[in-house]
């Protein structure tokens, strides 16, 4: 319930995505490790719940704004301040923060990728 928006926000997830690359420039690395935290946080949810986690129009711009805001200080040696990753999201702050806290909370803090696993994210994004 944290991640879910009381109206569907009016900016696709396409231009949302290209708004945070121009604000926050990061890595590709960033922006497809989502695609890993948002299967490993179905599955812990499945496994702890036995319900699904389901990704949709009013909580996919918050995930990947917290799912941004946490990839970046993991694989990136330079990041910003999530007063300017809330900005660029059009959250406030307190909100991001504790965005952030439930997205680590869901990841169950693991947040290490292999290049193997990374490298099969690659390829089925490719394919689809």
């Known amino acids: 319930l944290t ?3 009381r109206n569907i926000p009016t900016i696709s997830l396409e231009s ?3 708004r945070i690359l121009k604000y926050c420039p ?4 960033v922006f497809l490790s989502l695609l890993v935290y948002f299967d490993r946080m179905s599955k812990l949810a499945e496994e702890a719940t036995g319900r699904t986690f ?3 129009s009013f909580n996919v711009h918050r995930l990947v704004i917290a799912g941004v805001t946490v990839a970046s200080k993991f694989f990136s040696d330079v990041f910003y301040t999530n ?3 809330a900005k660029v999201g059009g959250l406030p702050q307190p909100e991001l923060n504790q965005l952030e806290l439930q997205f680590l909370l869901l990841n169950d803090f693991r947040l290490v990728i292999s290049s193997e696993e990374m ?3 690659a390829e089925q994004l490719i394919v689809f």
């Open 3 to 5: 991640f879910h928006a």
């Open 119 to 121: 490298q099969r994210y």
């Open 54 to 56: 389901v990704i949709d």
């Open 26 to 29: 990061t890595t590709n690395e």
């Open 83 to 85: 007063s300017r990753y």
């Open 16 to 18: 949302y995505l290209l």
